[in-house]
């Protein structure tokens, strides 16, 4: 069964920086994008990036522009996303999700990773 | 980027009843719209995508509807299950992809 596992919950401090990893199953990585998406307790979602690991091309949200970084190992099968400079507002819910695309080219998240609780505090 | 707006923001319904949603995009996007139901502690979960298509294993009382800005999403015969969060998001401009606020559905 497809599945994407991260890892477990950060408390990091101001200014510092986090890792968090998305560790998938079968070919998923030599087959589909994989994207970050956050979401501040209460709040709704949010993009953060998106990784196409057997391309190797990746794309940022503009906010975050600077201080998040995704990358994949594909030998491990993992895919990371790296933010630095960590600010109060990046306490959140950080996931990963697959991308699959319908016959039609519409681009949708069909399996996602369990959530990585990132919080910000000093 | 796309801003996308869901009402109501919450509601209110009883077990049994029909419920509507709806989700409007700041510009046409065709049919690249996507509905996520998203439960207290877990990742969303894909209803429905490109508009109207049904994902697999998704009961047949969830519905989506529209094209071009305005969207609808559906749920006949609500089931205690059904209670959630529920999410629009456009798939337009990608990788820019861009969520609505989110519509809760509670308990009346």
């Known amino acids: 069964q497809a599945q994407l596992v991260q890892s477990g919950a950060e408390v990091k401090k101001p200014g510092s920086s986090v890792k968090v990893s998305c560790r998938a199953s079968r070919n998923i990585l030599s087959t589909y994008a994989i994207y970050w998406v956050r979401q501040a307790p209460g709040q709704g979602l949010e993009w953060v990036g998106r990784i196409i690991p057997f391309v190797g091309q990746v794309h940022y949200a503009q906010k975050l522009q600077g201080r998040v970084t995704t990358t994949a190992d594909t030998s491990t099968s993992t895919v990371y996303m790296e933010l630095s400079s960590l600010r109060s507002e990046d306490t959140a819910v950080y996931y990963c999700a697959r991308v699959i695309t319908t016959s039609g080219n519409v681009a949708a998240f069909d399996l996602w990773g369990q959530g990585t609780m990132v919080t910000v505090s000093s | 980027d796309i801003q996308m707006t869901q009402s109501p923001i919450s509601l209110s319904a009883s077990v049994g009843d029909r419920v509507t949603i709806t989700c409007r995009a700041s510009?046409?996007?065709?049919?690249?719209l996507n509905w996520y139901q998203q439960k207290r502690g877990k990742a969303p979960k894909l209803l429905i995508q490109?508009?109207?298509s049904l994902q697999s294993g998704v009961p047949s009382r969830f519905s989506g509807s529209g094209f071009g800005t305005d969207f609808t999403l559906t749920i006949s015969n609500l089931q205690p299950e059904d209670f959630a969060t529920y999410y629009c998001q456009q798939s337009y401009t990608p990788p820019r992809i861009t969520f609505g606020p989110g519509t809760t559905v509670d308990i009346k």
């Open positions: 490109a508009a109207s």
């Open positions: 510009q046409n996007i065709n049919n690249y």
